[in-house]
């Protein structure tokens, strides 16, 4: 009997185990099949967009750029481009800023129909009564929207990368304006899991889906703009000076500020334009306020990766104080809920 016991006894734990990664496997299906139709709007837009930016880049670019070599050729006088130019550059510009903003869109999915709704309808805690564990509940929420959105953001991403960087003489859109700061790199993906985050602990908070999809929306709406209030000390900017009124500086920099050196001091508040006239009047006026030179505080466009990186760490470090927070409060609000384990013990 002894024997029999000793081999027997390892079968209860692997018994044990396989109804574990089935009962997971369960929780991940169910969530698929609640929010198939999110999911299928998601897989949607990333080919829209990704499709519209292949358009833009291999077909519209390429005509504009054949209409002007075509114009040169025949050599014509003026060669005035610049309508179909701007076309082409507003509309990589809003393809652009849907990328970069389509977190509003995760915190509004995600504090409204994904968590919100199963709170306030109950759904939630029945799943809990049939042997799901509010853990693994909430596991399942997170993880699947995660995957789903990472994949997505990157393939918007890297397409949106190789468009931006194919006709830049087609546009105007700088590294760093809203469209092309966060859309090119993994910025705009802690943004997305950011919303996620915080969509899923408002909704426990508030245990309603309208007001949950309001106040994350607004919330992760707030960070973002926070942020990038900051987003210039993220790395240390480098400054220029100059003898004259004008500062030399590399193209595509990102300007933080200007102005003028009084006896070897910056001061941004008053510059060249102060002291006009004759020449001379002009240098009795500089001499009189003591201002021998002019400055220039930027960041060059090699910075772009240093800022990207250091943001990309910081949003995703809230977005982890927000995750540890969502299963905090779903632990102590469900600490004495009735789960059909606890029943059968």
């Known amino acids: 009997m002894t024997a029999v016991a000793a081999g027997e006894a390892p079968a209860g734990p692997a018994r044990r185990s396989g109804a574990d990664d089935r009962t997971a496997w ?3 299906r169910t969530v698929l099949r609640l929010h198939r139709t999110a999911l299928l709007v998601w897989a949607t837009a990333v080919l829209a967009l ?6 833009l880049t291999e077909f519209a670019a390429k005509e504009q ?4 070599e075509a114009c040169e050729r025949a050599g014509q006088d003026l060669c005035d481009m610049t309508i179909g130019w701007v076309g082409y550059s507003e509309s990589l510009g809003w393809v652009g800023l849907l990328i970069s903003y389509c977190f509003l869109g995760v915190a509004a999915f995600a504090g409204g129909p994904l968590i919100g709704r199963e709170l306030e309808n109950g759904t939630a805690r029945l799943a809990w009564a049939q042997g799901i564990t509010p853990a693994r509940w909430l596991t399942a929420k997170l993880a699947v929207p995660a995957l789903a959105l990472t994949a997505g953001v990157t393939v918007l991403v890297l397409v949106y990368r190789w468009a931006w960087g194919a006709h830049q003489n087609l546009t105007y859109n700088g ?7 966060l859309s090119r790199g993994p910025a705009g993906l802690a943004y997305v899991l950011c919303a996620l985050a915080f969509g899923v602990l408002t909704a426990l908070l508030l245990r309603r889906a309208l007001p949950a999809l309001a106040v994350s929306v607004a919330t992760t709406g707030l960070l973002a703009f926070v942020v990038a209030q ?5 790395w240390p900017a480098v400054t220029r000076t100059s003898t004259t009124d004008e500062v030399d500086l590399p193209e595509n920099t990102w300007d933080l500020e200007n102005g003028v050196l009084i006896h070897g001091r910056r001061t941004p508040d008053i510059s060249y334009w102060t002291c006009d006239g004759t020449a001379a009047e002009a240098r009795r006026c500089l001499d009189d306020l003591g201002i021998t030179g002019s400055y220039t505080t ?6 772009y990766w240093p800022l990207q990186l250091v943001e990309t760490g910081v949003v995703l470090a809230v977005a982890a104080l927000a995750v540890a ?21």
């Open 325 to 345: 927070a969502a299963f905090l409060l779903l632990r102590r609000r469900t600490a004495h809920a009735p789960t059909a384990h606890a029943r059968t013990a």
């Open 65 to 68: 750029l054949a209409e002007w």
């Open 175 to 181: 590294w760093m304006g809203d469209d092309a700061y």
């Open 298 to 303: 930027y960041h060059p466009e090699s910075h």
């Open 26 to 28: 369960g929780t991940v």
């Open 50 to 55: 990704s499709g519209w930016l292949v358009w």
């Open 230 to 234: 900051y987003r210039d000390s993220f």
